[in-house]
């Protein structure tokens, strides 16, 4: 077996049994990504490692297990550049609470992760530093705007990483990888140091290449934290508990037509899909068409709201409290906004712009207040479908990754979150998980989509399949 691609599992398992210590373990994968990431392009910097052994726990329960942490989420001293030349050198002040939580349990905390700017993006194009490629085909996006936790996981050079969700950034890159991503119900994992791009859609996700280690690693990131008011009054839970290959008694799963339908869904998508829906069957799950009439809106909806809430959010990066600042200003004014213009890149220029102009007087009410009208409607019809089953099926993607330049056009970029948006609309959890390859070798992944809190649910449904079949088991062969 190659260290490269065992599951923390295995990994713990080696160092408990003393067949490797955590400072070789530690040399290995940094090798790793000495050999393998100056093509990759996951990390936007791999700490030295004297400091990574220094600051992670002994005796944590994840103690000397690698991971990679998105760009957004801050590490104190360490530089939290969220992707953009705006925060280049900022250096984060404090841990956001995951990331005390991760050191506290031990993890080696390897460096920080390519991404979107800002979190805005699909295919990890819209990047200020340098460019992520899809460990399964160099000449294809990774996905985004996790896209360098993903590819690191995929090329084995980390087991698990963190992302943040805002509508499908650790979902779509998990899928275009052949990963296991998993997006949280809102409030579930504190949000406090995450830096923030939609407040009322972000949250941290997990990337692993199997159920059980992502169950692992949410279990140790969930639970309330009084510095998040958002984040719910659960307590923590042991989410591998339940992972046996069984399945809930009775389990029924709607299908979301609509979905699988949907204008522009490719059709070798759709048929891995479908293969997946009969394993379900196969194995004893009732599925149910079902359909959900607002899907249609979830993009516009999705697309309003987060152009909002990113325009007052980000108005905080003005050149005066945080990173960059543009010196060539002669007034306050002048340096405010020569700065955004400069620190900021294009993508994340225009959202602010739209944001704005949702929000201003005379176009709030058509646009930022109808939004959330619709967004009430979907949570109401979500509720209505979880009445009647106990999770959700669809794809993940509308096709598999693309290559680079595919989509000039914003918009038609943001038609890949299509299967993805509704879910942090309705602030439920979803995971997606490895359903096949298409004929060009190509991962492909289903999505299940639970009522609040059904993280249970969701894993063990997930596991049952995943023990059934082999995608889980396979990487990209370069690299093995
Ligand atoms: N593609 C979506 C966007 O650009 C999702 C981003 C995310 O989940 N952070 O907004």
Partial sequence: MSLAFATIRQLKEKLKNKEISPKELLDYFIKRFEKYDPKIGSAL??????????????????????????????????ITSCGSKILENFRATYDATVIETLKAEGAFLVGRANMDEFAMGTSNEYVAFKKVVNPW????????????????????LVPWALGSETGGSVRLPSAFCNLVGLKPTYGRVSRYGLIAYCSSFDQIGVFARNVYDNALIFSLISGQDRRDSTSLNVPKK??????????????????????????????EVKELVNNAIKEYEKMGVKIKRVKFPTLDYS??????????????????FDGVRYGFRDKGAKTLAQMYSKTRQNGFGAEVRLRIMVGNYVLSTGHAEDFYVNAHKVRQLMVKQAKELFSDVDLLLLPT?????????????????????????FVNIIGVPAISIPCGFTKNNLPVGLQ????????DLIFQTAYAYEQNMPWHTMHPKELD
């Fill in 397 to 421: 993607q509308v096709m598999s990754a693309f290559k680079f330049g595919t989509f000039t056009d914003p918009l038609h970029m943001d038609l890949q979150d299509y299967c993805t948006a």
């Fill in 137 to 156: 085909d160099n000449s294809r996006v990774p996905g985004g705007s996790s896209g360098g936790s993903a590819a690191a996981v995929a090329a084995g």
């Fill in 238 to 267: 042991d989410y591998t508990q339940n992972l046996d290959g069984e399945l809930k008694p009775g389990l029924t799963i709607g299908i979301i037509e609509d979905a699988l339908d949907a204008k522009g869904m490719d059709s």
């Fill in 45 to 78: 910097e791999v700490f030295n490692t004297d400091s990574i052994l220094e600051k992670s726990n002994k005796n944590g329960s994840l103690y000397a297990i690698p991971g990679l942490i998105k760009d957004n989420i801050c590490q104190k001293d360490r």
């Fill in 299 to 316: 993009l516009s909806v999705y697309a309003i709201l987060t152009r909002a809430e990113a325009a007052s959010n980000l108005a905080r």
């Fill in 448 to 455: 299940l989509v639970g009522p609040h809190l059904s993280e």
